[in-house]
C-alpha cells in the first residue's frame, strides 16, 4: 500500500521550533518530488515547501522563507521540514505530498499535480 506518514507536529511556543517529518511506504520516494502544505482552519490548503527529487534544489513560499527549512534523506525514505521562529499564524495541519513529475513555481503550489498525500500533522503555536 502506498503512502505517506506525517509526524513531529505538536504544541510550541511563538518563537519555538519543531520538526516534522513525512515517511513513504510502499514506493521509493526518491522517484518523488515532495511539496509540503498546510491548512489553517477556515482557509484553504496552501502551499509552502518543496524538494526535488535529489534535494538539490527547493522553494519556499515568501510566508515561510528564511524560517523552514525542507530536506530530504531517500536512504531513509524521509523528508523533512524544519520550523523555526514559529508565529501563531503558522497554526495548521501540515501535509506533505508526492508527484513523479519536475515542476517549477508556481505550479508547485497547486495541489492539483500531487499522486500521494500524508494524513496530516497538527501544529499549533501558542503561548
Known amino acids: 500500500q502506498l503512502q505517506l506518514v506525517e509526524s513531529g507536529g505538536g504544541l510550541v511556543q511563538p518563537g519555538g521550533s519543531l520538526r516534522l517529518s513525512c515517511a513513504a511506504s510502499?514506493?521509493?520516494?526518491?522517484?518523488?518530488?515532495i511539496g509540503w502544505f498546510r491548512q489553517a482552519p477556515g482557509k484553504e490548503r496552501e502551499g509552502i515547501s518543496y524538494?526535488?527529487?535529489?534535494?538539490?534544489?527547493?522553494y519556499y513560499t515568501d510566508s515561510v522563507k528564511g524560517r523552514f527549512t525542507v530536506s530530504r534523506d531517500n536512504a531513509e525514505n524521509t523528508v523533512y521540514l524544519q520550523m523555526n521562529m514559529l508565529a501563531s499564524e503558522d497554526t495548521a495541519v501540515y501535509y506533505c505530498?508526492?508527484?513523479?513529475?519536475?515542476?517549477?513555481?508556481?505550479?508547485?503550489?497547486?495541489?492539483?499535480?500531487?499522486?500521494?498525500w500524508g494524513q496530516g500533522t497538527q501544529v499549533t503555536v501558542s503561548s
Open positions: 505530498a508526492a508527484d513523479k513529475v519536475a515542476r517549477y513555481p508556481p505550479w508547485v503550489w497547486e495541489r492539483r499535480w500531487y499522486e500521494y
Open positions: 510502499g514506493f521509493n520516494m526518491d522517484e518523488y518530488y
Open positions: 524538494i526535488t527529487r535529489t534535494g538539490s534544489s527547493t
